[in-house]
């Protein structure tokens, strides 16, 4: 079978930011293939991010961009909805920090199964990049250059939550700048 590259990224801080991919992450996305993209359930997609309970989110979005292996990217914006119901199968916060879980809108799995139709017409050594961010929302100033990310996925709802980022922290200020 075909493999598709899936690398994954948070608000496409990623190369900036102090992070931590667990292993068993990139053994999950070495095997991702069209088979893999096929079975998720855009209605079952998640993305939970734990965050400093100080730091709110407001009009999170998808960013996925497909890369044909000799063409020019294809960026999709999928609008997430606003924060929905505990997942039990996360672990517990610790004190001082929450999980904000953001499921896709009725418009976003539109938008997903696009997106999935044209990354399935991609040839071979493609790839397929994934951000999540923020159009609005408030850090406290003393977290900006050190703000505390985990960030979860829910593909499949029967294997689970994994790990995208573990215990990282981004530098917040290069990216107010630009912005």
């Known amino acids: 079978m075909k493999r598709l590259l899936l690398t994954l990224g948070a608000a496409g801080m990623l190369a ?3 992070t931590s991919i667990p292993v068993s992450t990139m053994w999950k996305l070495a095997r991702f293939d069209r088979a ?3 079975a998720v359930d855009p209605a079952q997609l998640r993305a939970a991010a734990l965050v400093d309970q100080r730091a709110t989110m407001k009009d999170v979005t998808m ?3 497909l890369a044909p292996k000799d063409g020019k990217p294809v960026d ?3 609008l997430l909805t606003e924060p929905v119901s505990r997942d039990a199968r996360l672990p517990s916060a610790p004190a001082g920090r929450r999980w904000d879980i953001f499921a896709l809108t009725a418009e976003g799995q539109r ?3 696009r997106m999935r ?3 399935l017409g991609l040839p071979p050594g493609s790839s397929l990049t994934l951000g999540l961010s923020a159009r609005e929302g408030t850090v406290p100033p003393d977290l900006a ?3 505390p990310l985990r960030l979860d ?3 499949d709802a029967k294997e689970g939550w994994f790990t995208v980022l573990k215990d990282s922290e981004l530098d917040l200020t290069q990216y107010a700048r630009k912005g």
């Open 145 to 147: 250059q050190r703000f």
């Open 63 to 65: 960013k996925i961009t």
């Open 117 to 119: 139709e044209s990354a």
């Open 111 to 113: 938008d997903f199964m």
């Open 36 to 38: 893999a993209l096929l």
């Open 16 to 18: 900036a930011a102090c």
């Open 76 to 78: 999709y914006q999928i």
């Open 153 to 155: 996925l829910l593909l």
